[in-house]
């Protein structure tokens, strides 16, 4: 009964939304196992006629594994072997849609993919409902602009705690998000945690368990740590890609999806043109080094920051000027991490921003955020220069096992600071 309720006052909350082109009002949505809507017409027609076939991957770390996204792809290369499937890895673990709207062009649609999986649902968990809608559509419109016969499906994956919803029979937060999205542009998706829930109920499985595959019961373990599936998991995942995409096959058409894109947008700023621009020697100033592409931190992340550079004294500054609304940095944090000021149009934040946190045992992917909600039509200059001060090392204490005398090695010394790219929601002016 609360399932249908939601139902019905969701969708005259978007049709209301739609017919005044107000910012959608949120409400939880029914969890089914799938949604064909208006299908995956374009790729299963070239599957079924024989490829080439491209099929993307944007997501986080649940995506990166060589999971649900190494098997989906090898369920399709056995169910069509005229066709030759590959695989466009673009996920980056510990990442959401407010990074993946940046990312999408060189990460994905550069290679001209048929199939675009988008998989943020658990790591855009705890962001608000329009944060999720800005950066999802902006997906989706980059998509279609691009490449209007690209086929675009939602996949939503299971962490623990999403359960509570879904026995209710309704999505998680997120993923509602992103089904009121789905529903606006007619994109399928796939309900993944669903039937993660379902076992669990019938006992036939456990969400979290330290080890093993199985447990003294006999029941499947679904992951170590409650979100990152292990390989059952994983097959869990692909079998609902499947059920779906064999399902969606009967009566596939191609469709063209750019007329979408003449009607009302779903939320009134979505983030079609972010993108990233990369840093070039001129914004540096100080003892900035290229990173070699061939080895170390170059080798590990170039692929998605492009050319890396490194700083390591306080007073190395990076400086750009930019017309638009909203700008972050693309960039790693780390054990050596150092922290950095920031100034934008004149006006220095308070306090210096640390690139490193209380997951920073290892070097990762990140993004600063340096500035939001600017005059869209003015131009601005940033700076963003190396603290003298190292950051507080302590957040990361409780991961090690002897921290008092850990966090005195060299591995958690320095004031180090890589950057890429400049994720702008607007154009680059100029050094």
Sequence with gaps: MRQLAFYGMTMALLLAAGAMGAQPEFALQPAVPFQQREGLGNVLTRLENGGPVKVAYLGGSITAAAGWRVKTRQWLADHYPQAQVEEIHAAIGGTGSDLGVYRVQKDAL?????LLFVEFSVNDGGAAPEAIWRG????????????????????????????????????????????????????????????????????????????????AEG????????????????QIYTEAVA?????????????NH????DGPSFVEDPWQQAKIVPVTEA???????????????????????????????????????????????????????????ITVD??????????????CTYHRISNLKIASDLDPSAEHEVTVEIHPDQP????????????????KTDKYQGTRVWVGGLLLLGEWTGP
């Design 110 to 114: 550069a290679f001209e993919p048929d």
């Design 136 to 215: 999802m559509e902006g997906i989706v419109r980059q998509t279609w602009a691009a490449l209007p016969e690209c086929d675009i499906c939602f996949v939503y994956t299971f962490r623990t705690g999403y359960e509570k919803d879904l026995r209710e029979g309704l999505c998680p937060s997120a993923a509602s998000a992103d089904e009121m999205l789905a529903a606006h542009y007619g994109i399928p998706s796939i309900n993944m945690a669903l039937p993660v829930v379902e076992m669990e109920r019938a006992g036939k499985l456990v969400f979290q368990a330290p080890e093993g595959s199985q447990d």
């Design 219 to 234: 029941r499947i373990i679904f992951s170590h740590d409650g979100v990152h599936p292990i390989d059952a998991g994983h």
């Design 243 to 255: 059920e779906a995409l064999t399902a969606w096959k009967a009566g596939a058409k191609p469709v």
């Design 258 to 261: 750019a007329s979408k894109l």
């Design 283 to 341: 914004m540096l100033h100080g003892s900035w080094q290229q990173l070699p592409a061939d080895s170390g931190k170059g080798k590990a992340f170039g692929k998605r920051l492009g050319t890396i550079w490194e700083a390591t004294q306080p007073g190395d500054r990076l400086t750009f000027r930019f017309r638009g609304s909203r700008v972050a940095l693309y960039d790693l944090v780390g054990p050596d991490g150092g922290q950095v000021t």
């Design 346 to 359: 004149g006006v220095k934040r308070d306090k210096p921003v640390p690139r490193f946190d209380s997951y």
């Design 392 to 407: 507080d090392r302590t957040p990361v204490a409780f991961r090690l096992k002897d921290p008092e005398a850990e966090l």
